[in-house]
């Protein structure tokens, strides 16, 4: 089956640091979604992209799906970024089957 | 204004008693969703339904069980709960091959 793998798995921040998470994935999706895990354990969407670039304030994603990553970008970090950051996929052999990835754990520090 | 709410938000059950956990939808999606979530680890697909058609994942343990009733909701059965079960069990909703909404979890611990 797909293999999605996260970089890095752990980061450190200091509030207003800019980041980049990697999300890298073993073959063709059909679709492909970034998640922000709070400390309360809800998913939250960021961001359904499987192609292309988007935004949403402090957040933006790029998928370049011919080369298999997608990247997350966190500009002006707060406290309240804190968390996992999930990306899962969904492959092309007609399956429902999202897979996530191995998960980033992000910590702001003030 | 929840699109898909799981019910108990937190749940105790005893070794071995039988536990149900609910997940609802107003969306009308055509696909659900039941992960199992332990501590630091991503969530593992237990199975899905694509309408009222029924996918088990092949290492999913038997003693994981689900029934869809209708398009609105899906239940979790765990017939004899093991102290390894404890988890986050999370609920997810899709139309087709679009894009996830999850609920906000069920958090079970077994005593």
């Known amino acids: 089956g797909i293999q999605v793998e996260q970089s890095p798995p752990d980061l450190i921040l200091q509030e207003g640091a800019n980041s980049t998470l990697r999300c890298n994935f073993s073959d063709s999706v059909n679709n492909l979604q970034w998640f922000h895990q709070n400390p309360w354990g809800q998913l939250i969407n960021l961001f359904y992209?499987?192609?292309g670039t988007k935004q949403n304030g402090r957040l933006s994603a790029t998928t370049v799906a011919t080369e298999r990553y997608s990247l997350l970008y966190i500009s002006s970090s707060q406290t309240t970024d804190s968390g996992v950051y999930f990306c899962?996929?969904?492959?092309?052999?007609?399956?429902?089957?999202?897979?996530f990835g191995t998960g980033t754990r992000l910590k702001v520090l003030a | 204004d929840a699109m898909v709410i799981q019910n108990p938000r937190y749940q105790v059950t005893q070794f071995g008693k039988p536990v149900t956990l609910s997940c609802s939808q107003t969306l009308n999606h055509n696909v659900m969703y039941w992960y199992q979530q332990k501590s630091s680890q991503a969530p593992k697909l237990l199975f899905h339904y694509y309408d009222k058609d029924f996918n088990n994942e092949a290492d999913t343990p038997d003693n994981f069980q689900s029934r869809r009733p209708n398009t609105s909701f899906c239940f979790l059965d765990i017939r004899s709960p093991g102290l390894g079960d404890a988890a986050m069990y999370l609920c997810?909703?899709?139309?087709?091959?679009?894009?996830?909404?999850f609920g906000s979890g069920t958090r079970l611990t077994v005593v």
């Open positions: 899962a996929v969904l492959g092309t052999s007609g399956t429902y089957k999202y897979i």
């Open positions: 997810a909703t899709s139309r087709r091959q679009g894009s996830w909404t």
């Open positions: 992209i499987p192609s």
